[in-house]
């Protein structure tokens, strides 16, 4: 089948409301990534140096070789960066991406955050790229550093977060089973599920734009006070839509610099200057989305072989199953799983057929409060739609005049009159049928050809979740 695998729709127009705790208006979620000593050097059995998120402008991997500056600002991180970062930071629930490698090489670091209470995600085996990586080397590497995160704080994580990921990176991390969430996504503002087969995982998006490293980026922050600028204008922003959440990075080596330091307890006073407020870690956040918006498995048109695609939707166009058929070869994805999605689709199909296939497509559909209605032969989504209408309950003066304006209306265009009855009344129908009959046939196989699409997103909001 011919499939894009990416989502570009998620929640549309319309989020689910986040109910967070206590009616807060936002969830505020700092992560504090530990990577020093995780990070890319020979010393850890790595082929070169690190090149990634320091001072050093324009840094570049030595291979075979220590690079004593850049290791000296990972140690800056770990020996003075973390301790002021906690002391800032040890009221508050905080999440920490930590690199197994790394935690097992600060047990004093490790204490402090078990002892503030914060929680420890993990953050990969090393600090290190893995876009190129076997998957079953990645696989591995994921294991073990399950195994070593337990090992080191003394509880495996409920968290993960990769960051220099592969695109299998989710799936594996998803097939273990193991956690509440996986946040390697920048896709929303939201939680979100994902399926991977018979799997499902919980996403926690989190940021790379709320997020120091833009500090050590070429286009980025050049102060703390464009740090905190940015902070607040996106707190303003959730805050003010309501149901958000602000996901925030920092990395111990960067934000944990003097200079940068002050602009987070600004924006801290800030932020804890509102009401209807929420820190939490970003277990606290999956374990409220897991309970208040747990994930509902349905049958996604995206994923139908032909022939169930075409039983469910090939009555969609009335009695012209052709149209599914050839939609189902199109490059379909999730965003074909809504009610819109499925009818651009569809609609798609319909608008490309010659004339003739879509005037058999007009042809296809009943006179309304016609002969069929009378007999009870029309389908059964047309038999409600007409009811819906009121068209089941005419009188017998209403009755005629239906029939001899189908009549007049198809003795002139040579298709009966189409309306997506589901949004009129018997008396907005009649005066339709008046306006439209003075139409020529071009405007109005154009009309009718667009009630024929209003018709079909009717009937797929009725099957489908939304």
């Known amino acids: 089948m011919n499939r894009y695998p990416r989502d570009m729709t998620g929640y549309g127009a319309n989020p689910p409301e986040a109910q967070w705790p206590q009616g807060a208006r936002i969830a505020v979620q700092i992560v504090l990534n530990y990577e020093e000593g995780g990070e890319n050097n020979v010393l850890h059995g790595d082929a070169a140096s690190e090149a990634f998120l320091s001072e050093i402008v324009g840094a570049a991997a030595w291979p075979g070789q220590r690079h004593w500056n850049m290791e000296s600002i990972y140690e800056y991180g770990a020996r003075a960066g973390f301790w002021r970062l906690h002391r800032m930071l040890s009221d508050l629930p905080v999440t920490v991406y930590g690199v197994a490698t790394a935690l097992a090489r600060?047990?004093?670091?490790?204490?402090?955050?078990?002892?503030?209470?914060?929680?420890?995600?993990?953050?990969?085996?090393?600090?290190?790229?893995?876009?190129?990586?076997?998957?079953?080397?990645?696989?591995?590497?994921?294991?073990?550093?399950?195994?070593?995160?337990?090992?080191v704080v003394g509880t495996p994580p409920r968290g993960w977060y990769t960051g220099r990921c592969s695109d299998n990176t989710v799936r594996l991390a998803a097939e273990t089973g193991q956690f509440a969430y996986v946040a390697d996504s920048y896709a929303d503002d939201l939680p979100y599920w994902?399926?991977?087969?018979?799997?499902?995982?919980?996403?926690?998006?989190?940021?790379?734009?709320?997020?120091?490293?833009?500090?050590?980026?070429?286009?980025?922050?050049?102060?703390?006070?464009?740090?905190?600028?940015?902070?607040?204008?996106?707190?303003?922003?959730?805050?003010?839509?309501?149901?958000?959440?602000?996901?925030?990075?920092?990395?111990?080596?960067?934000?944990?610099?003097?200079?940068?330091?002050?602009?987070?307890?600004?924006?801290?006073?800030?932020?804890?200057?509102?009401?209807?407020?929420?820190?939490?870690?970003?277990?606290?956040?999956?374990?409220?989305?897991?309970?208040?918006?747990?994930?509902?498995?349905?049958?996604?048109?995206?994923?139908m072989d032909k022939a169930r695609f075409v039983a469910l939707y090939g009555s969609i166009f009335e009695h012209s199953p052709w149209i599914a058929e050839r939609a189902h070869d199109l490059e379909l994805s999730a965003a074909h799983d809504t009610a819109a999605g499925l009818q651009n689709a569809l609609a798609r199909v319909f608008r490309s057929a010659s004339e003739d296939e879509r005037l058999g497509v007009l042809i296809a559909?009943?006179?309304?409060?016609?002969?069929?209605?009378?007999?009870?032969r029309l389908t059964a989504?047309?038999?409600?739609?007409?009811?819906?209408?009121?068209?089941?309950?005419?009188?017998?003066?209403?009755?005629?005049?239906?029939?001899?304006?189908?009549?007049?209306?198809?003795?002139?265009?040579?298709?009966?009159?189409?309306?997506?009855?589901?949004?009129?009344?018997?008396?907005?129908?009649?005066?339709?049928?008046?306006?439209?009959?003075?139409?020529?046939?071009?405007?109005?196989?154009?009309?009718?050809?667009?009630?024929?699409?209003?018709?079909?997103?009717?009937?797929?909001?009725?099957?489908?979740?939304?």
Request: some cysteine; hydrophobic content about 40%.
């Open 365 to 376: 559909h009943p006179d309304l409060a016609g002969k069929l209605a009378a007999a009870k």
């Open 106 to 151: 600060a047990p004093e670091q490790v204490a402090a955050m078990t002892s503030a209470g914060w929680e420890i995600a993990s953050h990969g085996l090393k600090w290190i790229e893995y876009k190129d990586a076997p998957e079953d080397v990645e696989r591995a590497d994921m294991l073990e550093a399950i195994r070593l995160h337990t090992e």
């Open 194 to 303: 994902m399926e991977f087969g018979r799997d499902e995982q919980l996403i926690v998006p989190y940021t790379l734009d709320a997020n120091d490293m833009r500090f050590a980026t070429p286009q980025g922050f050049n102060s703390g006070t464009q740090f905190y600028d940015y902070l607040k204008a996106s707190f303003d922003t959730l805050y003010r839509e309501g149901g958000r959440m602000l996901s925030i990075g920092l990395h111990c080596r960067l934000l944990g610099r003097p200079g940068r330091a002050e602009a987070l307890r600004q924006f801290l006073d800030y932020a804890q200057s509102h009401d209807d407020v929420w820190f939490a870690t970003r277990a606290q956040i999956a374990d409220h989305w897991a309970d208040t918006h747990p994930h509902v498995r349905f049958e996604r048109p995206s994923q």
């Open 381 to 466: 989504q047309s038999t409600a739609e007409q009811a819906g209408a009121g068209l089941d309950a005419l009188t017998d003066d209403e009755r005629e005049a239906f029939q001899a304006m189908n009549a007049q209306y198809t003795a002139k265009f040579g298709f009966p009159f189409i309306i997506a009855v589901r949004d009129h009344t018997k008396a907005s129908i009649m005066a339709a049928f008046a306006q439209r009959i003075t139409h020529d046939r071009m405007t109005e196989f154009a009309n009718a050809c667009r009630q024929v699409e209003r018709i079909a997103s009717f009937r797929l909001l009725d099957t489908l979740p939304r």
